[in-house]
């Protein structure tokens, strides 16, 4: 016999009910466990569609950009050679003048030289050549980061790599963009070496800097780098003391082509293309921006790739 039978009826009455509160709240806490993971399950399904999609079309307008551009890349650089030449030419036929014995010729040619204003175009052709170089390879990064972004990649290799390693290669790269702006410091943990696509990883590595160094205010910044090992995990912290991510934004900021920098600046790929990049390594990137300012982008990879789980995930297969 159950020990309750004893109690009075009133009392069994509240005790059942006490226990089907405590059920029915322990089903509830289960239920929202639920919903948050669907929620974010929901999330990543849209962020990897929205990728999927845009890889292709990225894939298309970079294959089509890249060649005209290559050319034009590539005339340019030529055509700056011959116009040196045809200044040369001009400063000596400049230089001849003063020999020209016919006054006829000789008007002629001081005549011609006024209406063309030679002496500013002279000045101007540099400055001209030079911001149409800045333009051209502005582009041609564009049309890089384009192709990066919707790279097959089939041919990389998955290899075993040390993260410090790549870490530090990249801050080399990226060293001119930061420090004028901030200093880094270092805190790497014990982690092990980690089966990757590591010049993936460092385009990552690169992405998140790079724009920790631009969020920087006039006030010289800090940029802190950690690493640590938590369980089957590699986590790589890379946190800022710039400007901040606004709440309103901080859902938009992985999003291709969203970005807050002057047009010409940002192309808004890198986090999105970061993004696809964890992502193919199983791992996930958080995001934490409080109020005060300061951003951290918390990467999380696993040590060991799990070929078996790569599926039509991949938002860039
Ligand atoms: P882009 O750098 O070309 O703008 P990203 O995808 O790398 O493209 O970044 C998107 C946007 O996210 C940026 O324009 C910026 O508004 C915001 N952002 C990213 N990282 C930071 C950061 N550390 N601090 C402040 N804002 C950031």
Not at 14 to 33: F, I, N
Not at 126 to 131: D, N, R
Not at 245 to 255: C, E, L, T, V
Not at 308 to 314: F, I, L, T, V
Request: hydrophobic share 40%; net charge negative.
């Amino acid at each position: 016999m159950n020990d309750k039978d004893d109690l009075p009826f009133a009392r069994r009455v509240v005790l059942g009910l006490d226990e089907a509160e405590a059920e029915l709240l322990r089903r509830h806490t289960e239920l929202s466990d639920l919903t948050a993971k669907l929620t974010l399950a929901q999330e990543q399904l849209l962020q990897s569609e929205k990728l999927a999609s845009i890889g292709q079309l990225a894939a298309g307008v970079a294959h089509e950009i890249n060649n005209p551009i290559s050319y034009v890349f590539s005339n340019f650089a030529t055509l700056g050679g011959y116009i040196d030449g045809m200044l040369d030419m001009l400063a000596a036929y400049q230089a001849a003048e003063q020999h020209i014995a016919d006054p006829k010729v000789l008007q002629g040619i001081r005549a011609l030289r006024a209406s063309v204003d030679i002496d500013f175009v002279t000045a101007d052709i540099p400055v001209l050549m030079g911001e149409s170089r800045e333009g051209i390879e502005r582009v041609r990064k564009i049309v890089q980061d384009l192709k990066d972004f919707s790279r097959a990649d089939a041919h990389q290799e998955w290899q075993w790599s040390d993260l410090h390693h790549g870490i530090d290669s990249t801050l080399n790269i990226v060293a001119n963009e930061v420090k004028y702006r901030a200093d880094v410091v270092k805190e790497y943990g014990d982690i092990p070496d980690i089966e990757c696509l590591p010049s993936q990883l460092n385009q990552v590595f690169m992405n998140i800097i790079v724009n920790a160094a631009h969020a920087m205010t006039e006030r010289r910044g800090r940029i802190t780098i950690r690493t640590a090992r938590e369980g089957e995990m590699v986590r790589v912290d890379i946190a800022d003391n710039g400007s901040g991510i606004p709440k309103a934004i901080q859902g938009r900021i992985f999003d291709p082509f969203f970005t807050t920098k002057p047009t010409g600046s940002g192309t808004g790929l890198g986090l999105s293309l970061s993004y696809g990049i964890v992502q193919k390594h199983h791992g996930r990137i958080e995001l934490d921006s409080p109020p005060g300012g300061g951003a951290t982008f918390s990467i999380f990879l696993p040590v060991r790739h799990d070929a078996s789980a790569d599926s039509n995930k991949d938002p860039h297969p």
